[in-house]
């Protein structure tokens, strides 16, 4: 039986990045909401950045991947989860707080599911509500070093990442030599497409929906956060 990616993410990702994720967010909604309680996430993964949230917060997330979801819930019986994608869902409650991490906007498959996601979370969030999110900009690339194979020993086996650029295209290709006894090892190959939009175009989308509160590059301006309120709710 072919596995799926989930089967791998805990063992080949960083708790320590998550954990980082979350605590950024947390700091955001103590800055600009700090009475918000309820929070979702869109791209919620495997959970690893939600289940650092403290008790306080009323916790739920969606994702594209049914097996992410099933996962989650397994897993984080606290929390609320939903199978849908960031661009159409419609859960019919409200949150105070909706954030992205991980660039997984990124992931959407062309620029109006960008606009159709913004809609989303516009009707989603309840008055004076924050949306913050993260992204690669046009910067990703052009770096080198993506296209680079990086090897890491883990507890599975070796995994062996290599990013390919096709114009906007990001393609990442996670190769997993699974180890399996002595050895003897199986391979997995997983393939996973980010398109990146220019930052201004996306900038001038989201100003039709959102106050842009505040935007920071980081990673060497390879990526940015945006963190907006639902406009006319000062």
Not at 15 to 25: G, M, N, P, Y
Not at 41 to 68: A, H, M, Q, R, T
Not at 194 to 208: A, D
């Amino acid at each position: 039986m072919k596995k799926h990616f989930v089967d791998f993410w805990e063992n080949i990702t960083s708790l320590d990045k998550a954990k980082q994720r979350a605590e950024k967010i947390i700091q955001i909604i103590e800055k600009y909401h700090n009475q918000a309680i309820k929070l979702l996430e869109l791209g919620v993964g495997i959970g690893v950045v939600l289940k650092n949230f403290p008790e306080k917060y009323f916790i739920s997330g969606l994702d594209i991947e049914k097996e992410y979801i099933e996962y989650c819930k397994r897993n984080f019986p606290r929390a609320k989860f939903y199978h849908s994608s960031m661009h159409d869902f419609n859960l019919k409650e409200k949150y105070e707080v909706i954030f992205s991490v991980y660039d997984s906007i990124n992931f959407l498959s062309n620029f109006e599911q960008w606009t159709a996601t913004f809609l989303c979370v516009e009707k989603h969030l309840s008055e004076k509500g924050l949306f913050i999110f993260d992204m690669y900009t046009e910067k990703i690339l052009s770096d080198e070093k993506i296209l680079q194979h990086t090897c890491q020993v883990e507890s599975i086996g070796y995994s062996i990442d290599r990013g390919i650029v096709n114009n906007n295209l990001l393609e990442w290709e996670v190769i997993i030599f699974e180890h399996k006894k002595e050895n003897q090892y199986e391979k997995h190959i997983f393939s996973f497409y980010e398109r990146i939009f220019p930052t201004s175009k996306v900038e001038n989308e989201l100003s039709k929906y959102f106050d842009i509160i505040e935007k920071e590059l980081y990673e060497e301006d390879k990526k940015i956060r945006f963190i907006c309120r639902k406009k006319g709710t000062v």
